[in-house]
């Protein structure tokens, strides 16, 4: 789709052009479609956006839609390494991540890690954390969350946080509300 976009942009903006050049009459007329141009590339881009969102709508309409997200609280107790994504026991996805993902996640970003479509009924997502725990020791923890798909897109926040009780590293699958 956005290959034809590309080709109505280079398209409109050769007719633009070949007015231009046809129209031999001054600098006056040349602006004319100089604007044009600029219109037309305006209107493109706006189509563009409108185009990215339809194709999101389509490939992951709410009624179907599971995506996850990763939040890193302050990280003094664990170093996130990687995550491996199960969906009903299946690998569906992992993330290896750099110094720099660490570094924005650390900040406040939230990443996200998976999205797709299932259908409706009940299923388990299980995510498994590997990096260094306390001590620098190698960590390798799961956790597990069962939910029911029904109508509304399920969105769920793998949440890494410090519990400064025990200096332990956990680790939460915390639902975000449609609201």
């Not at 170093?79 to 924005?104: C, F, G, M, W």
């Not at 620098?136 to 109508?151: I, P």
Request: glycine residues 6%; hydrophobic residues 40%; contains cysteine.
């Amino acid at each position: 789709m956005r290959l034809v976009l590309i080709c109505c942009l280079f398209w409109f903006s050769s007719l633009a052009f070949g007015q231009a050049e046809n129209q031999s009459q001054g600098q006056a007329k040349t602006e004319p479609a100089a604007e044009q141009l600029e219109q037309l590339k305006q209107q493109l881009v706006q189509l563009n956006r409108e185009l990215f969102l339809l194709e999101e709508e389509l490939l992951f309409p709410p009624e179907t839609q599971v995506a996850v997200f990763v939040s890193v609280d302050t990280g003094q107790f664990f170093r996130l390494d990687s995550i491996e994504l199960l969906l009903n026991d299946k690998p569906v996805t992992a993330h290896l991540y750099t110094a720099q993902q660490l570094e924005a996640l650390g900040r406040g970003a939230i990443q996200p890690l998976f999205k797709t479509n299932i259908k409706a009924g009940k299923h388990n997502l299980t995510a498994v954390f590997v990096g260094k725990g306390p001590d620098n020791l190698d960590y390798r923890r799961a956790v597990s969350y069962g939910f029911t798909k029904q109508d509304d897109a399920v969105l769920l926040e793998l949440q890494i946080k410090d519990r400064s009780s025990d200096y332990q590293p956990e680790f939460i699958v915390q639902p975000w509300s449609a609201n």
